[in-house]
């Protein structure tokens, strides 16, 4: 049951709605230190609807790492429409539409897709963290880049520096 909203706990749902994106600029930017301080050590994961799961914030960083870690990986997660309910004080769940493409160098492919993620959240000394994360796909699709004649990769913020190489 959610807590009735008034403007201090809108003023919560801001601080939540910022800790996600927070995830999701640590993850594309390849964060990792950064990432791990927004979790409780005692986070779960549950990636790809279940497929991945993970029970504590270390081997969620280092799944995260693992799989999105290598400079030939570049990625875009935006999530959107979320639905944050304060279930008391401290403790919160949001649900979030996520929309996401991953260029994979090193094999050539794309990934993209959209899901809902199903967090909770947790308070500690002042500030929100997150307990547990994850979501189930409404699609994928996978493509290799050699399908689309003439793509070009141009800009990559680890071997441009973000900038583009053209003109």
Not at 2 to 23: Q, S
Request: charged residues 30%.
């Amino acid at each position: 049951m959610a807590l009735p909203l008034d403007a201090a706990l809108l003023v919560e749902l801001e601080r939540i709605k910022r800790l996600k994106y927070a995830y999701l600029r640590c993850l594309d930017q390849k964060l990792w230190a950064e990432l791990r301080a927004l979790f409780v050590d005692d986070a779960t994961a549950s990636y790809g609807g279940g497929r991945y799961e993970h029970d504590d914030a270390d081997a969620i960083v280092d799944f995260i790492s693992d799989a999105m870690g290598d400079p030939g990986v570049h990625s875009s997660h935006r999530v959107t429409h979320p639905e944050i309910d304060l279930t008391s004080p401290t403790e919160a769940t949001g649900t979030w539409a996520l929309d996401d493409t991953v260029i994979d160098t090193r094999f050539d492919v794309t990934v993209r897709g959209a899901a809902f993620y199903e967090d909770r959240y947790v308070k500690v000394d002042d500030r929100w963290l997150i307990a547990h994360t994850g979501y189930k796909r409404t699609y994928e699709e996978v493509f290799p880049r050699t399908s689309i004649e003439g793509l070009v990769l141009t800009a990559s913020w680890w071997s441009t520096r973000g900038r583009s190489e053209l003109g």
